[in-house]
């Protein structure tokens, strides 16, 4: 609460702050300066005498200098019989530097220092640059043969000076915010995570984007607009629109069988669900382009429906096949969504309507199917924007049809325009953006709540007989048309040369396990490392969005929303162009592909989070802060396990994405930190398909066993768990 005396407190406490880290910068930086201009004098005092003799090796020995410092600049003296100083080689900077300060009274003192062999440093930078006055001592090193004059850029000194401010600035600036949080705010808890969400939405959303939106305006090293005057041209805008249209279908068939799945596991009494589920996530279990490499080879030109039933009429390559292969790629996400929303339902309005003699179908399509609509949008946005953001499976599978993603990838990877390509995926969060402020405003406009506290523990069959038989029919097509094409996975692993040689063979086996050995340790590890942390701040961030009111709350959910629509290879280019200076020098380090992995799949988590909480009752938590609990507790014994399915599907989501990752890690692993998709991709584009199907195949092998870790370690304490009753 804001009082007079709140006020002189944070005051106070500010200006105390700033006066230390004031007081601490200007020491750190006196002993920085010190230190540097021992060693740089030290450095090239050392380099000085190894000047040459012959006149002839004076040119070699200058341009020698940049390799021993960085950007020295150096220029060789000689004394005539005079003693005076003549020059004799030097560096075109170095001269000009001569020709306008060797007559003043500062370089008169530096030569007259080099008489008596001693070096001397001009106290003021000329052209941003420290010049150095040195003698050439002769071999009694009591007398000297010729002066070096020797310019070093302060850049190294300057990068610190103002790292070293930044980081006083932010410090201070950190302090006085929680400061402020603590001393003023009703909840501080809650206003320490929003600072937090705030931090991490500038830092690694809004501040990479800014760096590849600014490189959109630089043309030839000069600020231009014509990269977007190109962007923004026809030759463009059709492929947009083919992204747009590709979106849209997808997303829509996708949300209606990841519907179709999640109502059969959720809300029917058919056996075999947790088969049916595991199924039923295997496509997002792969990498993106493992699917299309098994169309291709079973429906593509020359493929096995090609070879075995002589079918000449059918092309896999263009809208169709792009709908087909994102589908199946893409419906586990809304199925993932869906199904957590679904099982959260409480049934007793739909009891009480078929009590009172509604049909099966009414009950459904006026009360279930409105309940679900909060997921079913989610789910829809999560779909459509990944599919704008996919360019793997287009890559492969467009043949003319074109979209905007692939025209990126183009731009960037075969043209090198880097900002061309950071443009064309900047348009992509038009639509995006489009579709999820109007996401938002339906369900703003419309709230629904269906968990009240009530231990509900029933859900009732609201599908007939010939209803459940249809679904299951369905399903059961769907599942075996994706174990078709996994079957093609593992029989790769066993061929020779798949298209090629059909010749059985072990030896896959053994030399992708031994070549991908490292890449297979640091993709398990670096992504075992991302999951929780992911699966909490998601969570974390849907108690804030839905539960509390603050200012730039919207700005705050479009940037979290924000990674999911930018295709991959934007993320990568912008991490790249962000975290590869100070103060943020991360690119080569695992950091940096753990933190991608985080802020690249946080939006699943936080829609499916989300969309639950919406159907949880707000008097839940009031009646726990009325109890004496803070945020933390109310997050953690009640907010928590009730949302339990969204949190354990945040988790294998992320999970999953960060070990079949390709587009944006593909800019971020380094020798040391290796990717075991980038692995499988190396060996599909050099033709050795049996080396990709081993290692996707081990892939899949590792994220179910995963799956069952997190299970056991996230136990269902059966506050989620519902009887079907019929």
């Known amino acids: 609460?804001?009082?007079?005396?709140?006020?002189?407190?944070?005051?106070?406490?500010?200006?105390?702050?700033?006066?230390?880290?004031?007081?601490?910068?200007?020491?750190?930086?006196?002993?920085?300066?010190?230190?540097?201009?021992?060693?740089?004098?030290?450095?090239?005092?050392?380099?000085?005498?190894?000047?040459?003799?012959?006149?002839?090796?004076?040119?070699?020995?200058?341009?020698?200098?940049?390799?021993?410092?960085?950007?020295?600049?150096?220029?060789?003296?000689?004394?005539?019989?005079?003693?005076?100083?003549?020059?004799?080689?030097?560096?075109?900077?170095?001269?000009?530097?001569?020709?306008?300060y060797h007559r003043s009274e500062e370089f008169k003192q530096g030569l007259e220092s080099i008489y008596y062999v001693l070096p001397y440093r001009v106290s003021h930078t000329i052209d941003a640059m420290t010049v150095y006055l040195l003698p050439i001592p002769d071999a009694s090193g009591f007398d000297i043969t010729g002066a070096v004059l020797i310019a070093v850029p302060e850049e190294t000194a300057g990068q610190f000076e103002r790292l070293l401010m930044t980081l006083g600035i932010l410090a201070w600036v950190i302090f006085t915010t929680l400061f402020a949080v603590a001393l003023l705010a009703r909840d501080p808890i809650t206003g320490y995570a929003v600072i937090f969400l705030f931090g991490i939405a500038i830092i690694f959303v809004a501040y990479p984007l800014f760096e590849a939106f600014r490189l959109t305006f630089i043309e030839a090293g000069v600020f231009s607009l014509t990269i977007w005057k190109r962007t923004f041209s026809p030759q463009y805008l059709i492929p947009l629109w083919g992204s747009v249209k590709l979106g849209i279908i997808t997303a829509s068939v996708s949300t209606v069988i990841g519907f179709a799945f999640a109502f059969l596991t959720e809300r029917t009494g058919v056996g075999g669900k947790k088969l049916i589920g595991t199924l039923a996530t295997m496509p997002v279990i792969s990498p993106p382009f493992s699917l299309t490499l098994s169309i291709i080879l079973l429906f593509g030109n020359n493929g096995l429906t090609h070879q075995l039933l002589g079918i000449d009429h059918f092309s896999v390559y263009g809208l169709g096949g792009l709908v087909l292969v994102q589908t199946i790629g893409m419906f586990p996400i809304a199925y993932m969504t869906l199904s957590s929303v679904l099982k959260s339902i409480d049934s007793t309005v739909e009891d009480a309507a078929l009590d009172l003699q509604a049909s099966r179908l009414r009950t459904f399509l006026t009360i279930t199917l409105p309940l679900s609509f909060p997921g079913l949008l989610s789910a829809w946005l999560l779909v459509f924007t990944n599919s704008l953001a996919d360019f793997a499976n287009p890559l492969l599978l467009a043949g003319s049809y074109r979209v905007l993603s692939v025209e990126a990838y183009i731009e960037v990877t075969g043209r090198s325009n880097l900002g061309g390509g950071a443009a064309l995926s900047?348009?992509?969060?038009?639509?995006?953006?489009?579709?999820?402020?109007?996401?938002?405003?339906?369900?703003?406009?419309?709230?629904?709540?269906?968990?009240?506290?009530?231990?509900?523990?029933?859900?009732?069959?609201?599908?007939?007989?010939?209803?459940?038989?249809?679904?299951?029919?369905?399903?059961?097509?769907?599942?075996?048309?994706?174990?078709?094409?996994?079957?093609?996975?593992?029989?790769?692993?066993?061929?020779?040369?798949?298209?090629?040689?059909?010749?059985?063979?072990?030896?896959?086996?053994?030399?992708?396990?031994?070549?991908?050995?490292?890449?297979?340790?640091n993709t398990v590890a670096l992504a075992a490392v991302a999951t929780p942390i992911a699966g909490f701040i998601a969570m974390a961030a849907a108690l804030i969005l839905v539960r509390r009111t603050f200012v730039g709350k919207r700005v705050l959910e479009v940037l979290l929303m924000t990674p999911f629509a930018i295709p991959g290879t934007l993320l990568g280019?912008?991490?790249?162009?962000?975290?590869?200076?100070?103060?943020?020098?991360?690119?080569?380090?695992?950091?940096?592909?753990?933190?991608?992995?985080?802020?690249?799949?946080?939006?699943?988590?936080?829609?499916?989070?989300?969309?639950?909480?919406?159907?949880?009752?707000?008097?839940?938590?009031?009646?726990?802060?009325?109890?004496?609990?803070?945020?933390?507790?109310?997050?953690?014994?009640?907010?928590?396990?009730?949302?339990?399915?969204?949190?354990?599907?945040?988790?294998?989501?992320?999970?999953?994405?960060?070990?079949?990752?390709?587009?944006?890690?593909?800019?971020?692993?380094?020798?040391?930190?290796?990717?075991?998709?980038?692995?499988?991709?190396?060996?599909?584009?050099?033709?050795?398909?049996?080396?990709?199907?081993?290692?996707?195949?081990?892939?899949?092998?590792?994220?179910?066993?995963?799956?069952?870790?997190?299970?056991?370690?996230?136990?269902?304490?059966?506050?989620?768990?519902?009887?079907?009753?019929?």
Request: proline content about 4%; glycine content about 6%; some cysteine.
């Open 1 to 100: 609460m804001m009082t007079r005396r709140n006020g002189v407190k944070l005051l106070v406490a500010a200006l105390v702050f700033a006066g230390l880290d004031i007081w601490m910068s200007v020491s750190l930086l006196g002993s920085f300066r010190s230190y540097y201009e021992t060693n740089s004098l030290k450095e090239v005092t050392l380099f000085a005498r190894t000047a040459p003799d012959d006149p002839e090796h004076y040119r070699d020995w200058i341009a020698s200098l940049p390799q021993v410092i960085e950007g020295g600049k150096a220029m060789i003296l000689r004394i005539d019989e005079g003693w005076n100083f003549i020059p004799a080689a030097a560096d075109p900077v170095a001269k000009t530097i001569w020709d306008t």
């Open 426 to 521: 900047l348009l992509l969060l038009m639509p995006t953006l489009t579709a999820f402020f109007a996401q938002r405003y339906w369900v703003n406009k419309k709230r629904v709540v269906t968990v009240t506290g009530k231990p509900a523990t029933r859900l009732a069959e609201l599908a007939t007989r010939p209803v459940r038989i249809c679904l299951a029919i369905f399903v059961g097509i769907c599942l075996v048309f994706i174990l078709s094409l996994y079957g093609t996975i593992v029989a790769g692993c066993f061929v020779k040369n798949w298209g090629i040689d059909y010749s059985f063979t072990l030896s896959n086996i053994g030399e992708a396990l031994s070549r991908g050995k490292q890449a297979i340790g």
């Open 573 to 726: 280019i912008s991490y790249i162009l962000a975290f590869n200076k100070p103060p943020f020098l991360i690119v080569g380090t695992a950091a940096i592909i753990v933190i991608n992995y985080i802020i690249r799949e946080l939006p699943v988590g936080l829609e499916t989070g989300a969309a639950s909480l919406r159907q949880i009752d707000p008097a839940i938590e009031e009646a726990a802060q009325d109890l004496g609990a803070d945020m933390s507790q109310v997050f953690t014994s009640v907010v928590l396990p009730l949302i339990r399915p969204s949190f354990l599907t945040a988790m294998s989501y992320t999970f999953v994405r960060s070990m079949t990752a390709v587009s944006a890690v593909i800019f971020l692993i380094s020798a040391r930190w290796y990717h075991l998709t980038v692995q499988i991709y190396n060996f599909s584009e050099n033709l050795r398909f049996g080396l990709a199907s081993v290692l996707s195949t081990v892939l899949i092998i590792i994220v179910l066993g995963a799956f069952g870790v997190m299970h056991l370690l996230v136990r269902d304490r059966g506050l989620t768990t519902k009887r079907i009753i019929r």
